[in-house]
């Protein structure tokens, strides 16, 4: 009994023991200043050092291609394409970026929801019209994957008291481009160590990607051609929209982001910094990522000749190809090829399903068509839409079309009690699609009932009043294949007619401008068509006005006979020569005698008297304005095609084509002479009189015809000429066989 009574309070006081070891305590009152010591340790007892807590280091990527994403309207939606390492889309990962909004944006009823590989992971209220708010979003395990990660930005936007159609321009919202980031937790994230992560280098704060060429005398035209076909196989595995390059002499001394290192040279020229190289570059064709001490992203580009060089870049299109399953950081969504007679459903191009209860919704769809497309003056393409409206819309509402920036098509919804648009078909005149990229947007804009009173509040509860179906698309007709030449657009969006080349000779300028201005350019090409464009490095006067080829270099290094082939004058000393031209060419009209007869033919049936000629006007030279950028493109009399890019200094001419390259520049270029003065934002275009038609081989004579149809199209006079020959003709042929078997008269 005793033990057990024992045992009892051995048990008591071990379970009471820590309870009355506890310390006072802490007292914060300005009274108590007490110094306790604490106890001595026991002999051999080993005190153990306080542990301080190290946050985990934290890496971050820009996503924003550009300046900013706005989204305006009240449905909108914008993407970006961020690609991350395996290690980078393991870790854990916050979603950070700043808000900004129009005034009138109503907060209860508006909501940015963010999406990344078609999951949600948050919806935020739209209430940041006094200022930037910054959002923070914590990425779900697994959402992000190695590769190509799609981030979506998608606002629904209604007006705090406006129910118009008028009103929903005013709805904005706008993400700052430094603001987007990823931010990722963990040990050294920001390295790449395979071809296949390349895409990883992504874009800088201003959302440009920078390429840092390291190399030696870059005089050899075998280095150029080389460094030439690099740089437009990099802008392709990077896929990134335009690519600015600099000649550096060392490697870079820190990481930054949106900026690759990149050492092309022979193998016996590798400096110290990439010895790890030297061996493996000297046994063949190299090229890797190479880890440097500085962290900086660096590729080596190498072998025993440049021959070998020129071939060890094919292997970044191998581990990085240019493919559906790797979009463009700038075009999240897919971008098909449609050829003539294809059909694309919006689902297929990235659209959804919707229901709408607002006035204006707009979407956007993209697609890409061959070089040799030639039926914009005759052809109609059909959307083929699968519908519903709510018998609150009233006549009046109408479903606009628009192709590349420009209205196409207006159809108006004619029925007050609803109605249903199943296979309805909506004919769009092909008038602006161009070789390349083309962007169709479908405008819904609704008049209501309802809206007409517009209650308090009801901007955002209206019921949907339009539904559209992801299964309607998009139907191309059997449309003429055939090439118009001059015109800049095909080779901008398309590499034509160079890409089919096996070598085009390159004539360029004896600076280092030059040679980076004709390097961006041709990657901006690359990027934009998805081709590269194999260089023969030439001087100037070897080069042959049969063949086809491409000039970069100051104008006044062009040789006077040259000079005379380019389409180009002698710049001119006056600064609003652009905007002459610009009139000129715009939206001015012909004085004299007939300009009554100008203006009656232009407000009746949209002709000129252009239009009416027999014989086209001469294309005379381009005189730009000091310091212009300019492009220009002439077929020559023995068949060649010359692309000329410059400027009347190399200074000039490389940081015209740093600013040629953004985006929506670049989309402006078309004519035969394209020109971007200093200062200015929009590109001075020269239409070409004289246009020659390249078909393709074997000819076909449905081609031919389509062809034909599309030619006369734009030339009325002759359309006119051949029906006139056509029916004297049949009045001959008729006469005779009349005469020969017919009874003659008593």
Same mark, same amino acid.
Not at 29 to 46: D, F, H, K, L, M
Not at 163 to 182: F, R
Not at 344 to 351: F, R
Not at 566 to 577: C, H, L, N
């Given at each position: 009994?005793?033990?057990?009574?024992?045992?009892?309070?051995?048990?008591l006081?071990?379970t009471?023991?820590?309870?009355?070891?506890?310390?006072?305590?802490?007292?914060m009152?300005?009274?108590?200043?007490?110094?306790?010591?604490p106890a001595?340790?026991?002999?051999?007892?080993?005190?153990?050092?306080?542990?301080?807590?190290?946050?985990?280091?934290?890496?971050?990527?820009?996503?924003?291609?550009?300046?900013?994403?706005?989204?305006?309207?009240?449905?909108?939606?914008?993407?970006?394409?961020?690609?991350?390492?395996?290690?980078?889309?393991?870790?854990?990962?916050?979603?950070?970026?700043?808000?900004?909004?129009?005034?009138?944006?109503?907060?209860?009823?508006?909501?940015?929801?963010?999406?990344?590989?078609?999951?949600?992971?948050?919806?935020?209220?739209?209430?940041?019209?006094?200022?930037?708010?910054?959002?923070?979003?914590a990425?779900?395990?697994?959402?992000?994957?190695?590769?190509?990660?799609?981030?979506?930005? &998608?606002?629904?936007?209604?007006?705090r008291?406006?129910?118009?159609?008028?009103?929903?321009?005013?709805?904005?919202?706008?993400?700052?481009?430094?603001?987007?980031?990823?931010?990722?937790?963990?040990?050294?994230?920001?390295?790449?160590?395979?071809?296949?992560?390349?895409?990883?280098?992504g874009?800088?704060?201003?959302?440009n990607?920078?390429l840092?060429?390291?190399?030696?005398?870059?005089?050899?035209?075998a280095?150029?051609?080389?460094?030439?076909?690099?740089?437009?196989?990099?802008?392709?595995?990077?896929?990134?929209?335009?690519?600015?390059?600099?000649?550096?002499?060392?490697?870079?001394?820190?990481?930054?982001?949106?900026?690759?290192?990149?050492?092309?040279?022979?193998?016996?020229?590798?400096?110290?910094?990439?010895?790890?190289?030297?061996a493996?570059?000297?046994?063949?064709?190299?090229?890797?990522?190479?880890?440097?001490?500085s962290?900086?992203?660096?590729?080596?580009?190498?072998?025993?000749?440049?021959?070998?060089?020129v071939?060890?870049?094919d292997?970044?299109?191998t581990?990085?190809?240019?493919?559906?399953?790797?979009?463009?950081?700038?075009?999240?969504?897919?971008?098909?090829?449609?050829?003539?007679?294809?059909?694309?459903?919006?689902?297929?191009?990235g659209?959804?399903?919707?229901?709408?209860?607002?006035?204006?919704?707009?979407?956007q769809?993209?697609?890409?068509?061959?070089?040799?497309?030639?039926?914009?003056?005759?052809g109609?393409l059909?959307?083929?839409?699968?519908a519903?409206?709510?018998?609150?819309?009233?006549?009046?509402?109408?479903?606009?079309?628009?192709?590349?920036?420009e209205?196409?098509?207006?159809?108006?919804l004619?029925?007050?009690?609803?109605?249903?648009?199943?296979?309805?078909?909506?004919r769009?005149?092909?008038?602006?699609?161009?070789?390349?990229?083309?962007?169709a947007?479908?405008?819904?804009?609704?008049?209501? &009932?309802?809206?007409?009173?517009?209650?308090?509040g009801?901007?955002?509860?209206?019921?949907a009043?339009?539904?559209?179906?992801?299964?309607?698309?998009?139907?191309l007709?059997?449309?003429?294949?055939?090439?118009?030449?001059?015109?800049?657009?095909?080779?901008?969006?398309?590499?034509?007619?160079?890409?089919?080349?096996?070598?085009?000779p390159?004539?360029?300028?004896?600076?280092?401008?030059?040679?980076v201005?004709?390097m961006?350019?041709?990657?901006?090409i690359?990027?934009?068509s998805g081709?590269?464009?194999?260089?023969d490095?030439?001087?100037q006067?070897?080069?042959?006005?049969?063949?086809n080829?491409?000039?970069?270099?100051p104008?006044?290094?062009?040789?006077?006979?040259?000079?005379?082939?380019?389409g180009?004058?002698?710049?001119?000393?006056?600064?609003?020569?652009?905007?002459?031209?610009?009139?000129?060419?715009?939206?001015?009209?012909p004085?004299?005698?007939?300009?009554?007869?100008?203006?009656?033919?232009?407000?009746?049936?949209?002709?000129?008297?252009?239009d009416?000629?027999?014989?086209?006007?001469?294309?005379?030279?381009?005189?730009?304005?000091?310091?212009?950028?300019?492009?220009?493109?002439?077929?020559?009399?023995?068949?060649?095609?010359?692309?000329v890019l410059?400027?009347?200094?190399?200074?000039?001419?490389?940081?015209?084509?740093?600013?040629?390259?953004?985006?929506?520049?670049?989309?402006?270029?078309?004519? &035969?002479?394209?020109?971007?003065?200093?200062?200015?934002?929009?590109?001075a275009?020269?239409?070409?009189?004289?246009?020659?038609?390249?078909?393709?081989?074997?000819?076909?004579?449905?081609?031919?015809?389509?062809?034909?149809?599309?030619?006369?199209?734009?030339?009325?006079?002759?359309?006119?000429l051949?029906?006139?020959?056509?029916a004297?003709?049949?009045?001959?042929?008729?006469?005779?066989?009349?005469?020969?078997?017919?009874?003659?008269?008593?």
């Amino acid at each position: 009994m005793k033990r057990h009574t024992l045992l009892a309070s051995v048990a008591l006081l071990t379970t009471l023991g820590p309870v009355l070891a506890q310390p006072a305590p802490f007292d914060m009152s300005p009274e108590s200043n007490r110094v306790v010591a604490p106890a001595p340790a026991e002999p051999g007892e080993t005190v153990p050092a306080p542990v301080e807590e190290v946050a985990p280091s934290a890496f971050s990527r820009f996503l924003v291609p550009g300046a900013s994403l706005r989204l305006v309207g009240e449905e909108a939606q914008q993407g970006v394409v961020v690609y991350l390492t395996d290690a980078q889309a393991a870790a854990p990962a916050t979603l950070n970026f700043s808000l900004l909004n129009a005034l009138v944006v109503a907060p209860e009823i508006s909501s940015l929801r963010v999406r990344i590989n078609q999951t949600e992971i948050a919806a935020t209220p739209i209430a940041s019209s006094s200022g930037a708010t910054p959002v923070s979003i914590a990425v779900p395990a697994g959402v992000l994957r190695p590769g190509a990660n799609i981030v979506e930005f &998608r606002a629904t936007q209604r007006h705090r008291t406006d129910c118009t159609v008028e009103s929903t321009y005013q709805l904005w919202t706008e993400i700052a481009g430094n603001s987007a980031q990823l931010v990722f937790e963990g040990e050294n994230l920001e390295r790449i160590t395979q071809l296949t992560d390349i895409g990883a280098v992504g874009v800088d704060e201003t959302g440009n990607t920078t390429l840092r060429l390291i190399a030696p005398d870059m005089a050899d035209p075998a280095a150029q051609a080389a460094a030439l076909h690099l740089v437009q196989q990099i802008g392709l595995a990077l896929r990134t929209p335009k690519l600015s390059v600099i000649l550096a002499e060392a490697p870079a001394e820190e990481r930054l982001p949106g900026v690759l290192d990149v050492a092309i040279m022979p193998a016996a020229e590798l400096p110290p910094a990439f010895e790890a190289a030297q061996a493996q570059a000297s046994a063949g064709p190299l090229a890797a990522m190479l880890p440097m001490p500085s962290g900086a992203d660096t590729l080596v580009v190498s072998g025993p000749t440049w021959d070998t060089i020129v071939r060890a870049g094919d292997a970044l299109l191998t581990a990085a190809p240019v493919s559906p399953e790797r979009p463009r950081f700038d075009l999240p969504n897919p971008l098909p090829l449609l050829q003539g007679g294809a059909t694309a459903t919006l689902a297929s191009l990235g659209i959804d399903r919707l229901e709408f209860n607002g006035r204006r919704f707009t979407t956007q769809l993209q697609f890409e068509l061959p070089p040799d497309f030639y039926a914009y003056r005759y052809g109609e393409l059909e959307l083929v839409l699968d519908a519903a409206y709510s018998s609150d819309v009233l006549p009046g509402s109408e479903i606009d079309i628009y192709t590349n920036g420009e209205i196409a098509s207006a159809t108006p919804l004619l029925r007050t009690d609803g109605g249903t648009l199943k296979d309805t078909r909506i004919r769009i005149p092909m008038t602006n699609l161009r070789p390349g990229r083309n962007e169709a947007t479908l405008a819904v804009n609704l008049l209501t &009932r309802s809206d007409a009173v517009c209650n308090p509040g009801w901007t955002g509860a209206a019921p949907a009043r339009f539904v559209l179906s992801s299964n309607s698309y998009l139907r191309l007709p059997d449309y003429a294949r055939a090439t118009a030449v001059p015109d800049l657009q095909v080779l901008t969006g398309s590499a034509w007619p160079y890409a089919d080349d096996e070598a085009v000779p390159l004539a360029l300028g004896q600076d280092q401008d030059s040679l980076v201005a004709a390097m961006m350019f041709a990657a901006r090409i690359a990027t934009a068509s998805g081709r590269v464009i194999t260089f023969d490095i030439v001087p100037q006067d070897n080069l042959a006005p049969e063949a086809n080829a491409i000039l970069v270099m100051p104008t006044t290094a062009l040789s006077p006979l040259n000079l005379g082939r380019t389409g180009i004058g002698t710049a001119s000393s006056v600064q609003g020569s652009d905007d002459t031209l610009l009139d000129q060419f715009g939206n001015s009209r012909p004085e004299g005698p007939l300009s009554g007869i100008s203006n009656w033919l232009q407000e009746t049936v949209g002709l000129d008297l252009a239009d009416l000629r027999l014989v086209p006007a001469p294309d005379l030279p381009y005189a730009p304005a000091a310091e212009a950028l300019v492009v220009s493109q002439v077929r020559q009399p023995e068949g060649g095609i010359w692309t000329v890019l410059t400027s009347t200094t190399a200074p000039a001419l490389h940081a015209g084509t740093e600013r040629l390259i953004d985006t929506p520049k670049w989309r402006s270029i078309a004519g &035969r002479v394209s020109a971007l003065a200093p200062g200015e934002d929009d590109i001075a275009v020269v239409p070409a009189n004289a246009v020659s038609i390249v078909t393709p081989e074997p000819a076909s004579p449905f081609n031919l015809r389509r062809v034909a149809a599309n030619w006369f199209s734009g030339n009325i006079l002759y359309f006119a000429l051949a029906i006139v020959v056509g029916a004297v003709l049949l009045m001959l042929i008729t006469s005779r066989v009349l005469t020969k078997i017919g009874r003659p008269s008593p």
